[in-house]
């Protein structure tokens, strides 16, 4: 469970830093790394199915705060915070698995 552990870990520092990203380059390369780590996350025969979904939800949250996914009309802000939410749901799901 340590490489999960990792990804999560990486994850809440990338979205920690999405507040930075000024440019699109610095935006795509935020939303590459998390895409890859959200996929991982959700397609990891260790992680349970409420977990994967919210694998999904930090990847299209933290993909319509960078400008890259629909927003539904929110803000980053707001998308930011979604985002983090659902990785904290996530976090905790991994942790009573263990």
Same mark, same amino acid.
């Given at each position: @469970? =340590?490489?999960?552990?990792?990804?999560?870990?990486?994850?809440? +520092?990338?979205?920690?830093?999405?507040?930075?990203?000024e440019?699109?380059?610095?935006? =795509?390369?935020?939303?590459?790394? @998390? *895409?890859?780590?959200?996929?991982?996350?959700?397609?990891?025969?260790?992680v349970?199915?409420?977990?994967?979904?919210?694998?999904?939800?930090? *990847? $299209?949250?933290?993909?319509?705060?960078?400008?890259?996914? +629909?927003?539904?009309?929110?803000?980053?802000?707001?998308?930011?915070? $979604?985002? @983090?939410?659902?990785?904290?749901?996530?976090? =905790?799901?991994?942790?009573?698995?263990?």
């Amino acid at each position: @469970m =340590s490489h999960i552990n990792a990804k999560i870990t990486a994850l809440r +520092e990338l979205i920690d830093t999405i507040k930075f990203a000024e440019t699109v380059i610095d935006r =795509s390369a935020l939303f590459s790394a @998390m *895409r890859l780590l959200c996929d991982d996350l959700h397609t990891d025969k260790d992680v349970n199915g409420y977990a994967q979904g919210k694998a999904f939800d930090v *990847r $299209w949250h933290a993909g319509a705060a960078l400008g890259f996914d +629909e927003t539904n009309g929110h803000s980053s802000e707001q998308h930011l915070v $979604w985002a @983090m939410g659902a990785l904290n749901v996530l976090e =905790s799901e991994i942790g009573q698995a263990l």
